[in-house]
C-alpha cells in the first residue's frame, strides 16, 4: 500500500484559476510536507503542516490536513504559468530524523 | 539563503565501477538523508544518518551503498559496484539545528545528481 498518493495525476488550468491538489495517506503521521520539482530539477520545500494543525498559509498557498480521512489538499490561488511544476506530498511518522514518504506526484500545468 | 549543493550534477559510469556522489548540507543542520528518483518514478528514501551513524536506512540501502561525512561539511554517497537499475537521479537533504523549532523537520533538498550507469 501506498503511504502518499496524490490525485489527479495530472492537472491542466488556465492561468489565474486557482489549482488543488489531493494526497491521501495510510497511516498516522507527525506531519505532511509538499515540495514541487520542476522538470529534473531539486525539491522546493513549500509547506509543512503538523498533526495537531488543520490548515495552514503561506502567500498563495493554502493547505488542510484532515487526520480523521488521512488526507491533506495543497491550494494555489490565482495560479502563474510559473507555478508549472510537478507537486509532491511526504510523510513523516516522527520528527526530525524520521524519513519522508513521497507520492507519485502530480504534474500540473498551467496555461498562460 | 544557504542550501545544499551537491556534485557532480551529472555522472555516467559503467556497470560495476564504483561512483561517489557528494553533497554539502546546510552548515548548522544536524540530520542527513540520500533519497533518489528513477525516472519517472517518486522519490524514495536510502538513508539518514545523524551524528555520524546511520539512523535508519531502506531495503533499497543494501551493501553495496555506503554513507560518509569524512569532514566537516561533506556527505557522501558511495556505491560500490554500479548496477544498470542504480541509474536515477539521486538527492541529499538536510534538517535540523539547534535552533530551529521542533529540531526542524522541514528537508532541504539539492539539485541532485544525474547517475547513468551503462
Known amino acids: 500500500s501506498q503511504q502518499g498518493e496524490e490525485d489527479p495525476q495530472a492537472l491542466s488550468i488556465q492561468e489565474g484559476e486557482n489549482a488543488t491538489m489531493n494526497c491521501s495517506y495510510k497511516?498516522?503521521?507527525?506531519?505532511l510536507q509538499w515540495y514541487r520539482q520542476n522538470s529534473g530539477r531539486g525539491l522546493v520545500h513549500l509547506i509543512l503542516?503538523?498533526?495537531?494543525?488543520r490548515e495552514k498559509h503561506s502567500g498563495r498557498l493554502r493547505v488542510t490536513l484532515d487526520t480523521s480521512k488521512k488526507s491533506s489538499s495543497l491550494l494555489i490561488t490565482a495560479s502563474r504559468a510559473a507555478d508549472t511544476a510537478s507537486y509532491f506530498c511526504?510523510?513523516?511518522?516522527?520528527?526530525?530524523?524520521?524519513?519522508?514518504?513521497f507520492g507519485k506526484g502530480i504534474t500540473l500545468s498551467v496555461r498562460p | 539563503e544557504p542550501e545544499v549543493t551537491q556534485t557532480p550534477s551529472h555522472q555516467v559510469t559503467q556497470m560495476g565501477q564504483e561512483v561517489i556522489l557528494r553533497c554539502v548540507p546546510i552548515?548548522?543542520?544536524?540530520?542527513f538523508y540520500w533519497y533518489r528518483q528513477i525516472l519517472g518514478q517518486k522519490v524514495e528514501f536510502l538513508v539518514s544518518f545523524y551524528n555520524n551513524e546511520i539512523s535508519e536506512k531502506s531495503e533499497i540501502f543494501d551493501d553495496q551503498f555506503s554513507v560518509e561525512r569524512p569532514d566537516g561539511s561533506n556527505f557522501t554517497l558511495k556505491i560500490r559496484s554500479t548496477k544498470l537499475e542504480d541509474s536515477a537521479m539521486y538527492f541529499c537533504?538536510?534538517?535540523?539545528?539547534?535552533?530551529?523549532?521542533?529540531?526542524?523537520?522541514?528537508?532541504?533538498f539539492g539539485p541532485g545528481t544525474r547517475l547513468l550507469v551503462l
Open positions: 537533504a538536510s534538517s535540523g539545528s539547534w535552533t530551529s523549532g521542533y529540531l526542524g523537520e522541514t528537508q532541504y
Open positions: 511526504a510523510t513523516q511518522l516522527t520528527g526530525a530524523n524520521s524519513k519522508l514518504t
Open positions: 497511516t498516522s503521521i507527525n506531519n
Open positions: 552548515s548548522n543542520h544536524l540530520y
Open positions: 503542516i503538523r498533526s495537531n494543525e
